[in-house]
Structures are given as structure tokens and as C-alpha cells.
């Protein structure tokens, strides 16, 4: 079926264990669970609905009510809008992204049809989703103590960030950086974060690059502000990064 083509691209983890949260998320989608749905234009607020059904044809779209509160068209776009929809199945929390397909009867009721799902996430088991920014809007950093250099992201998510750096760093050094997130409302944003690895390739050592070292970091402490522009930033660039996939 074109569904399990759409959730293969969903986790990493061991395949058995895949499998299984496919068919526990089937399931749930049937049951008229529950679920609160985030979008795109306003990553803090929360919508309320239910599951209503899937149909189980070539494509495999899935259906929930319509939303409380009410949506406008403009908030629901068909084929743009890339919609979080977070529920519980067999108790535990899992996450469906999924692109908006319009308004539909679904057995005599009108409800919300969605595309296979993008992805799906057991959060219990949740690496931060990370995104690479744009070659043209970059999410310049300045390192502070330690490296105390500037560069740019590599890979980002509300977790941590990856960057090139010209000097090795011992795993665990902790420094505070700032970011320039495209389109947050302030200019710099800064976070305490700790190194969770460097390394260097083969192929880095021998081009003698002016920055050889990759730096992972892991975020210690955020400010709410500097959490909100950046977690507004992934789900837009998210959004964009799924549309023009093939």
C-alpha cells in the first residue's frame, strides 16, 4: 500500500520495531481518537478534533473532524498546509505530520482529509527533528569562551545545533552561543549548550579546510523567547523542505 511507502521515511529505528508503530498508528487513525492538532502560522496554539476514519484505497488519505476552534481557509491551505497531529495510541504519545488534501464527507459528515503521512514519531522515543537552513537564509552562530569563533548551522532542532569549527573541543565543554534565526523578530537570540561530539573525516582532514572539525552540540538552557522564534523557524522550514520533496 502507498501508506507504508509514506510512513518508511518516518523513523530510525530497527525495523520490526517500525512495523509495529505503523500498524498501532492505523489503528488508532480508526477509532475516532482524540487528537490536538498544531499548524504552521501558529506553532504555539492548539486545535481539538477527533480521528473519523481512513480510506484504505491506493492512496491511503486519512480523515479527522473539523477543528475546535473553527479554522479559516486561509489557516488551512489544500496541498500547502503541513499540519502536527499529536494522539495516543496504546498509550503513548506519537506524532503525525501530514499535508492538508481539503474539506470532504467522510461516512455523511463533513471532515478534514489529509495525505499519507510525511512521518510519523513515537515521542517517547523522540530525536529532535532537525532541519538544514537555507544555502540563501543562513542561521548564523557566535561561539563564546572555548572556540570563540562565528559560523553557521549546519543542522538545527530545539535540542541542539551542528556547525563546522576551526579547533577541536572536548566532548562535554560547556559555552554559550547566539543565533540569528531568518525571520525571528530579534536579532540574536542566545542558549547555554554543552558539546555532545566533534569530529573530523578523512576527507576534511586531507582538504585542509579553514573550519575540519563538525561540532554537535546539545542545548542546556534556552530562553523562552529564543524557543519560540526558533521552534517557529523548524516548523516553517520543515514545511518548506516537505513541499518541495518529491
Not at 52 to 73: K, R
Not at 162 to 167: C, L, M, N, P, T
Request: hydrophobic fraction near 35%; include cysteine; aromatic fraction near 8%.
Amino acid at each position: 500500500m502507498a501508506w507504508l511507502s509514506f510512513f518508511g521515511k518516518s523513523r530510525k529505528t530497527g525495523e520490526a520495531d517500525h512495523r509495529a508503530s505503523i500498524e498501532a498508528v492505523k489503528a488508532a487513525l480508526k477509532t475516532r481518537q482524540n487528537v490536538t492538532v498544531f499548524l504552521p502560522h501558529a506553532p504555539e496554539e492548539r486545535w481539538r478534533s477527533f480521528f473519523v476514519g481512513v480510506n484504505e484505497g491506493p492512496e491511503s488519505w486519512f480523515y479527522i473532524d473539523l477543528m475546535t476552534p473553527d479554522v479559516s481557509a486561509q489557516e488551512l491551505e489544500p496541498g500547502r498546509t503541513l499540519a502536527v497531529i499529536r494522539c495516543s495510541v496504546g498509550g503513548v504519545p506519537h506524532e503525525i505530520r501530514a499535508v492538508y488534501a481539503g474539506k470532504e464527507n467522510f461516512d455523511g459528515f463533513p471532515s478534514l482529509k489529509f495525505h499519507p503521512p510525511v512521518s510519523v514519531e513515537n515521542l517517547q522515543r523522540r530525536e529532535f527533528f532537525r532541519v538544514e537552513p537555507k544555502r540563501s537564509e543562513p542561521v548564523d552562530l557566535a561561539i563564546q569562551s572555548g572556540l570563540n569563533e562565528t559560523t553557521s548551522a549546519l543542522d538545527i532542532s530545539l535540542g541542539g545545533v551542528r556547525f563546522r569549527a576551526s579547533s577541536k573541543v572536548s566532548q562535554g565543554e560547556a559555552f554559550e552561543l547566539t543565533m540569528k534565526i531568518p525571520g525571528a523578530p530579534s536579532s540574536v537570540l542566545s542558549a547555554m549548550a554543552h558539546v555532545r561530539d566533534c569530529s573530523q573525516t578523512n576527507m576534511e582532514r586531507n582538504a585542509k579546510t579553514a573550519k575540519p572539525y563538525c561540532v554537535r552540540v546539545e542545548f542546556d538552557k534556552i530562553d523562552d523567547r529564543a524557543a519560540h522564534s526558533l521552534n517557529k523557524y523548524l516548523f516553517n522550514r520543515q514545511r518548506e523542505l516537505t513541499l518541495v520533496s518529491p
